[in-house]
Structure formats: C-alpha cells, structure tokens
C-alpha cells in the first residue's frame, strides 16, 4: 500500500520561506513521477509544481515561477517544495501526488494522472 505523508506546514509572514516534505512509502517511489498541489478554502485544488522520475523535467504554475523550486531525493524516497517570498495568496492546503508513469512530462500539471495522494500540509502566510 502507497503512502505519501507530508510535512513542513505552517504559519509564516508575507516574506518568509517554508520547506515541504513528502515521503513515499510502500512503492517503488523512484519510477513516480512526483507534484504538488493546493487547495484553498472554496477553490478547486490547483497544480503548484511536478517532476518527472529521473528529476530531469519540472514545471511550475506561472504565480509561483522564480519562487518555489520542486526537488526530490529518491535516495529517501522523498519530494520537496522550497517555497520562497512566501505571499498570502500562497495560503491553501498543499498535497503531494504521485504518478506511477514517472516518465510523462506534459501531463504533470493534470490532476486526474495522478494514483496517489497525501492528506496535505496547510501553509499560511499572513499580510
């Protein structure tokens, strides 16, 4: 069985830097293709960032370019989401994801690609 548990929320100020955590258990986490997600109060969950198995693709949705920067540890079986010059709209619940087809680039911002899911890590930056 697949587990992806995140980590590494919190409450910080407009400004500030925060670093997710998602570690995989339970499956050959290296071949998966990895993303973040995030959903705030009354919105759709909504593509943040993804990588592709062997780290050699990433993509960003356009509010977070330059800011935060997606890496993984496959060593550790595990995800990061360096989230830098935090905004207040950056506040949501951020969920790691995990596509067993690692290998597939443009389908990384799809939602429904994706098999597994975390419970999410709520970030909140205020003004």
């Known amino acids: 069985q697949v587990q992806l548990v995140e980590s590494g929320g919190g409450l910080v100020q407009a400004g500030e830097s925060l670093r997710l955590s998602c570690v995989v258990s339970g499956g050959n986490s290296r071949n998966y293709g990895m993303a973040w997600f995030r959903q705030a109060p009354g919105k759709e969950r909504q593509f943040v960032a993804g990588?592709?198995?062997?780290?050699?693709?990433?993509k960003y949705t356009d509010s977070v370019k330059g800011r935060f920067t997606i890496s993984r540890d496959n060593a550790k079986n595990a995800v990061y989401l360096q989230m830098n010059s935090l905004k207040p709209e950056d506040t949501a619940v951020y969920y790691c994801a995990a596509d067993r087809k690692g290998w597939r680039t443009t389908t990384l911002p799809v939602r429904s690609i994706y098999d597994y899911w975390g419970q999410g890590t709520q970030v909140t930056v205020s003004a």
């Open positions: 990588i592709t198995y062997g780290s050699n693709s990433t």
